[in-house]
């Protein structure tokens, strides 16, 4: 299975600061078709997830511009340009090149 | 809009049964894989099985291979997952949720239900 490993596990956060997560894999999430197979979900308390960054760097739809996505190979990062206090919550990242589908540990983003 | 409603959770004992449902609607649901990730509570996210659009085609994580089954009825736009053998590590929230076809042959989890819990214990 491929591992996938975030950092930080806890990240606190001033609003209209800058906000940063890493998340890197065991083996490479680029696809010979030129895909690069990793998402990134938000689930804000007490709701579900909800689809945020597809593709590695592409927005999903309703998704602020503020948060942008990127990366290659096995290193990828989660960027909040101004962080606003609705982006409270844990965020995952997921691989979707292999099954099982899997989750890094989650980085819990709280609003200081 | 597009809805997923889980139900069917509660609490079961140990080596018990439990099967729970997802109601879709606002999508042509015969077009879509579906998954089912859980999250025992206040831990992280884990993928749990998933199925091909008409059926023919079943996945499933290592740790519930041989006790869940997962199926769906398109006539119905309802997917189910039937757990035997529950242990009390199969505590968890159960989501279930769609492969969106957002681009080329990539299919991120987009919407996802509210969830159901499930509660295993003596």
């Known amino acids: 299975d491929i591992v996938m490993t975030q950092s930080p596990l806890s990240l606190p956060v001033t609003p209209g600061e800058p906000a940063s997560i890493s998340c890197r894999s065991s083996q490479s999430l680029l696809h010979s078709n030129g895909y690069i197979y990793l998402d990134w979900y938000l689930q804000k308390p007490g709701r579900s997830p909800q689809l945020l960054i597809f593709?590695?760097?592409n927005r999903a739809s309703g998704v602020p511009d503020r948060f942008s996505g990127s990366g290659s190979g096995t290193d990828y990062t989660l960027k909040i340009s101004r962080v606003e206090a609705e982006d409270a919550g844990v965020y995952y990242c997921?691989?979707?090149?292999?099954?099982?589908?899997?989750f890094g540990q989650g980085t819990k983003l709280e609003i200081k | 809009e597009i809805q997923l409603l889980e139900s069917g959770g509660g609490l079961v004992q140990p080596g018990g049964s439990l099967r729970l449902s997802c109601a879709a609607s606002g999508f042509t649901f015969k077009s879509y894989w579906m998954n089912w990730v859980r999250q025992a509570p206040g831990k992280g996210l884990e993928w749990v099985a998933a199925?091909?659009?008409?059926?023919?085609?079943?996945k499933y994580a290592d740790s519930v291979k041989g006790r869940f089954f997962i199926s769906r009825d398109n006539t119905k736009n309802s997917m189910d997952l039937q757990m035997n053998s529950l242990r009390v590590d199969d505590t968890a929230f159960y989501y279930c949720?769609?492969?969106?076809?957002?681009?080329?042959?990539?299919?991120?989890?987009?919407?996802w239900g509210q969830g159901t819990l499930v509660t295993v214990s003596s």
């Open positions: 997921m691989q979707a090149l292999q099954v099982p589908r899997t």
């Open positions: 593709l590695g760097s």
């Open positions: 199925i091909k659009e008409d059926g023919s085609d079943r």
């Open positions: 949720t769609r492969e969106a076809h957002v681009q080329g042959p990539v299919r991120p989890f987009d919407p």
